[in-house]
């Protein structure tokens, strides 16, 4: 028992770790230098306000009882009634609701409002995500895509990156495309800070998959049944999908980059997401194959269909949830956490069936209430910069602030509050006697 509550301490820990910091390190390289403390930014402001409202009333929509969409969100009220033994597993999926508001701001980098992020973040935390939560999660008898309709989702693929997906096109499009794009090149400014964003997002991928395995199992059977396959599954799957997207992209583009690189641990870890507990080694691999060709493919259909995901949410998230998802369909065994034998396995049809109805719910509940939202904060406030800040960055304009100090003197980055509180430099001598020769 000790070691069960242990192991939910470090994937808790683990799981905050891959919003804050890997995925704004993640986003943060992938964006252009001027808007990249903004980019990261937005995953820390998610966590801030995400966390508190998880605890207020989140916990209590998720899993305060039964209910088709979401629970009653004053059975739980501020965790009334929630022992404090039992705080790990909400700050657990606390860490899941963050992560999944954060991803979304990937796709609006250069020109959403941070004003309108800050907004956006709780209205859509409370309409959309919780109750998404308590459909996939709670798997009540009631509960819409794990109770009613029988879909199998481990850690998320429905709940986490469908609705994140979802929710990233539903913005872009309402917000229209960055000044520029796609005439000129936007290319990531640091692919160090996106390579190191990616390993730590696979290192707390572990958290993700394996400790949604073990939350709320018996300790003394699940416990030690399944944390390995899932572990394992976890890995292989990313293995798979590195291997997949680079061959597509050389075959494509005739190179093999570190975005490739990176962006394909990432589509693997989606994918496996809700297929962990279901499939076994084989059927980890081959996900992970086809979801990193498949995402490596999905990206550029961005510039064939004319909207602009800034940093590839939809191509990865989306498109990549979809593939796990569906595919535990065909490759879900008898013996993994569910029970249920996919196609490849015999299985027919019927699980495939469920897993495509689970995908199909999760699309147009997201899509349709995010879209209620944004277009909410488009009439009100607004969604979209000034045009002129757009250009000048979005740094300067939300925090005065931009990343690197590479001038010195006044056109140099650095903090623009701090360089306004500095005591004025003293003038030097030839500062005085210039000053001398003109009076």
Excluded at 75 to 97: C, H, K, N, P, R
Excluded at 188 to 208: E, R
Excluded at 343 to 360: A, K, R
Excluded at 367 to 385: D, E, F, P, Q, S
């Amino acid at each position: 028992m000790d070691g069960y509550y242990a192991f939910m301490l470090v994937a808790t820990a683990f799981v905050l770790m891959m919003t804050v910091p890997a995925l704004a390190l993640f986003y943060g390289g992938m964006s252009r230098s001027k808007s990249v403390l903004n980019m990261m930014m937005m995953s820390y402001v998610a966590a801030a306000i995400v966390g508190i409202l998880y605890v207020a009333v989140g916990w209590s929509m998720g899993f305060g009882g039964d209910g088709t969409f979401f629970a009653n969100p004053f059975e739980l009220l501020w965790l009334d009634g929630v022992s404090t033994g039992d705080y790990i597993f909400v700050m657990f999926q606390m860490t899941f609701a963050i992560i999944t508001a954060a991803l979304i701001s990937g796709a609006v980098a250069d020109r959403l409002k941070f004003s309108a992020w800050v907004v956006f973040v709780p209205l859509w935390s409370v309409i959309v995500y919780f109750p998404m939560a308590h459909m996939v999660f709670s798997c009540t008898d009631d509960s819409l895509i794990c109770g009613r309709i029988g879909a199998q989702d481990y850690a998320g693929g429905t709940a986490v990156h469908i609705n994140a997906g979802v929710a990233a096109l539903v913005l872009v499009i309402l917000l229209g495309k960055r000044i520029g794009w796609p005439r000129e090149q936007m290319r990531p400014h640091n692919l160090t800070l996106t390579m190191l964003g990616a390993g730590l997002l696979w290192m707390g991928w572990y958290g993700f998959n394996v400790g949604s395995i073990v939350f709320g199992d018996d300790p003394e059977t699940q416990f030690p049944l399944e944390t390995g396959r899932t572990f394992a599954n976890t890995t292989l799957a990313t293995m798979a999908a590195i291997l997949g997207w680079l061959l597509v992209e050389r075959l494509i583009h005739k190179k093999a980059t570190s975005l490739g690189a990176a962006s394909g641990i990432v589509a693997g870890l989606v994918a496996i997401t809700p297929a962990a507990g279901a499939v076994n080694l084989s059927g980890a691999v081959a996900i992970g194959l086809v979801a990193g060709a498949v995402c490596a493919w999905a990206v550029g259909l961005k510039y064939k269909l004319g909207y602009d995901d800034s940093l590839d949410v939809v191509g990865v998230h989306l498109v990549g949830g979809v593939v796990g998802t569906v595919l535990i369909g065909v490759f879900s065994t008898a013996e993994g956490a569910g029970g249920v034998d996919g196609l490849l396995y015999g299985g027919g049809f019927g699980s495939l069936g469920d897993q495509t109805l689970g995908v199909v719910v999760a699309v147009i509940y997201s899509g349709v209430l995010t879209a209620l939202i944004a277009l909410a904060i488009k009439y009100t406030m607004g969604l979209r910069l000034d045009e002129e800040d757009e250009v000048n960055g979005i740094d300067l304009v939300a925090h005065g602030e931009s990343a690197y100090d590479l001038h010195s003197g006044t056109s140099g980055g650095g903090s623009v509050l701090a360089a306004s509180t500095a005591p004025a430099a003293a003038p030097t001598a030839t500062n005085t006697k210039t000053e001398g020769a003109s009076a």
